[in-house]
């Protein structure tokens, strides 16, 4: 029996650990060739070892810090040089920044949340977004959170980007709809992460769901038979 992403080639940025890491090893089970990437080759390695661990094919690492914008723009002519499609697009690198007050945000600070946050997920659009659209069944998944619809205090830079990527993801699913692509959000709530340890260094990780039990949730916004576009899907497990 084949499996549902048998020939698929999938991308997934922020996966030398936590969700990223968890929806590889998950798309790459359902049979898909999955480039991962991430600024550390270490963290790469990591994954790829946990994918060949279950006997799956190998991925194929991509170390990358995503504030560099010219190598984003050649990615998605890189990958149609290799593989000549890009079925999947999953956006889950983030980060979190310092959680300060918003008069107290320093530019640097700013510029760094908005260029991971947002800013990559504005040049991964434009690069691997005709990829995904001519696909047979092409997915774009963008991982949010409720800082970006829920303003909280302290979180403003981040809620800030959030609220722009939920805003540009919907705004590309409204320009495509009708089309073979599906774009979707996806709020995978509290996990045990490190960012999530770095903000709530208090909070107990054991009540936390892992990463692991949350990327089959993310994982089905890829299928070939999904429907749902332009949705917001937050995992209720």
Request: charged fraction near 20%; hydrophobic fraction near 45%.
């Amino acid at each position: 029996m084949s499996l549902p992403l048998e020939g698929r080639v999938a991308l997934v940025t922020g996966a030398s650990r936590g969700l990223g890491a968890a929806t590889a090893i998950e798309l790459a089970r359902l049979g898909a060739q999955v480039i991962i990437t991430a600024r550390t080759e270490g963290g790469l390695a990591e994954t790829d070892d946990a994918i060949r661990a279950r006997g799956l094919k190998g991925a194929v690492l991509l170390p990358l810090d995503l504030k560099e914008g010219d190598k984003l723009d050649a990615l998605g002519p890189s990958i149609y040089q290799r593989f000549h499609r890009l079925d999947i697009f999953v956006s889950n690198a983030a980060t979190l920044g310092r959680l300060t007050p918003a008069p107290h945000i320093l530019p640097m600070d700013w510029a760094e949340v908005m260029a991971v946050n947002l800013g990559a997920a504005w040049r991964l659009i434009r690069s691997l977004g005709p990829l995904v659209q001519i696909a047979e069944a092409g997915r774009a998944v963008f991982v949010t959170c409720r800082q970006g619809r829920t303003p909280q205090a302290y979180w403003g830079a981040y809620g800030a980007s959030k609220a722009g990527i939920e805003n540009l993801a919907l705004s590309w699913a409204e320009e495509v709809r009708g089309s073979r692509l599906r774009v979707n959000l996806f709020d995978p709530g509290p996990m045990a992460t490190r960012l999530r340890a770095t903000a709530m260094p208090g909070e107990d990780p054991a009540t936390l769901h892992r990463p692991a039990e949350v990327a089959p949730a993310l994982v089905e916004l890829c299928l070939p038979d999904e429907r749902r576009h332009g949705s917001l899907v937050s995992f209720n497990g």
